[in-house]
């Protein structure tokens, strides 16, 4: 079992099979399931698994117990994929308790049937006394459910931070932190910035060695690094200066311009320049390169008089997201009846502090020489704006 201090156990089950997380999310490494063990005076397990890992969850407590009985079972977080295994662990450990949120007290009888003279429910900066661990709890409702607590070890510098600084992928995967916590953060827990800034206020006095979040590997060197990003993105500031070129093509005439301008602005030395194709790429990762560049630039079919369904459901993800603080470039491609930026337009008016630049292309279905100079004309003031 992999040690994060002297008394304190992963407990957790990496998943390698499972393809799609929350039915939406495309996963190429699978995905972890944290649960953690606090071995004192009092044992306090902290966090369960989704449903397809409880067995093996138990069989990871058992080695760590040795025979010993947890005392509490401490649920940061009541969403299934950690809550599956409450009602089992409450019956094979009859005399522990069940602690969580006030918030989470109103919702617990959706996902458990222990009785309510088991459970113990937390305030802001209650204690729960283990020996010589104490853990103090804080309340971090919208990261990203309305009962999340996260907690803090004061002996051995832990914070147990329920969702928030978690990530796509196993324990184990062979990658960085970054680019599949940004994807995870994002799609998940983005659309609450406001709430993540409040916590990332409460925690800000804490000495922290440690980050244990319930999904992905356990933090220590990269601590300072990985809050900043969360400052970053819980303020929908653009990590990086460039832009993201989403590309929506019915036939390849705007994806061929999509291709174009990409060069165009490179060659012009725009200091990032990123390009997806909407129809195949995953709509998840162009909501994450959305957020993650300064300048957003939609390029689609007019189609049925409004826009080409896949960038009409990329605005719609970006605006269920909260998308906002950026600025955008629109450019078209149409046969008869123009319609692509109007309705790319109308949408982004929605969304909170968008900057439209007013230079727009419209391409009549192949791209000719005209177009790619307007193109040129375009890419200077996307590069003015970055």
């Known amino acids: 079992m ?26 190429e490494k699978g995905m972890a ?17 989704d449903k397809i890992a409880v067995d093996r969850w138990f069989e990871n407590l058992d080695k760590i117990l040795e025979g010993k009985t947890p005392d509490y079972l401490i649920v940061h977080h009541l969403e299934p ?21 006030q918030g989470a007290l109103r919702m617990f009888p959706q996902f458990s049937d222990v009785p309510s003279d088991r459970v113990i429910a937390m305030k802001e900066k209650d204690e729960l006394s283990l020996g010589e661990h104490t853990l103090t709890f804080f309340m971090a409702p919208m990261v990203h459910w309305p009962e ?6 004061e002996k051995d510098k832990v914070l147990f931070s329920a969702d928030a600084f978690g990530k796509f992928g196993t324990v184990d995967a062979d990658e ?53 990003l969360y400052k970053t993105w819980s303020a929908y500031e653009p990590e990086d200066r460039g832009v993201f070129i989403a590309a929506a093509s019915i036939h390849g005439n705007t994806l061929e311009a999509a291709e174009k301008m990409k060069e165009i602005l490179e060659e012009k ?10 129809s195949r790429d995953d709509i998840a990762e162009c909501v994450e390169d959305g957020f993650r560049h ?18 009409s459901d990329y605005l719609h993800h970006l605006e269920h997201k909260a998308f906002q603080n950026r600025t955008v470039a629109l450019v078209e491609n149409t046969s008869w009846a123009p319609s692509a930026i109007r309705t790319m337009k109308s949408e982004f008016e929605k969304m ?19 177009n790619i100079k307007e193109l040129e004309s375009l890419a200077d003031e996307i590069i003015n704006n970055i």
């Open 148 to 153: 999340v607590m996260v907690s803090y070890d």
């Open 176 to 228: 960085g932190w970054s680019c599949e916590a940004r994807r995870y953060y994002f799609n998940i827990v983005g659309k609450y910035g406001k709430q993540v800034q409040a916590v990332l206020s409460k925690l800000g006095g804490l000495d922290i060695n440690y980050i244990c979040p319930l999904h992905g590997p356990v933090l220590s060197d990269t601590i300072p690094e990985v809050i900043s």
């Open 33 to 49: 399931y944290n649960s953690y063990v606090i071995l004192d005076e009092k044992i306090a397990v902290c966090d369960g698994v």
């Open 81 to 101: 994929d950690h809550s599956a295994g409450i009602d089992a662990f409450a019956e094979k450990y009859p005399d522990s308790k069940i602690v969580l949120s």
């Open 2 to 27: 992999l040690k994060i201090t002297q008394t304190i156990k992963y407990a957790g089950v990496n998943d390698y099979d499972i393809d799609l997380f929350e039915s939406q999310y495309i996963l």
């Open 352 to 370: 909170k502090d968008i900057n439209i630049l007013d230079k727009t292309v419209s391409i009549k279905t192949r791209l000719t020489e005209d």
């Open 269 to 278: 030395g725009c200091p990032r320049v990123a390009l997806a194709d909407l």
């Open 294 to 311: 300064s300048v957003l630039l939609c390029m689609a079919s007019s189609y049925d008089g409004g826009v080409f369904a896949p960038m």
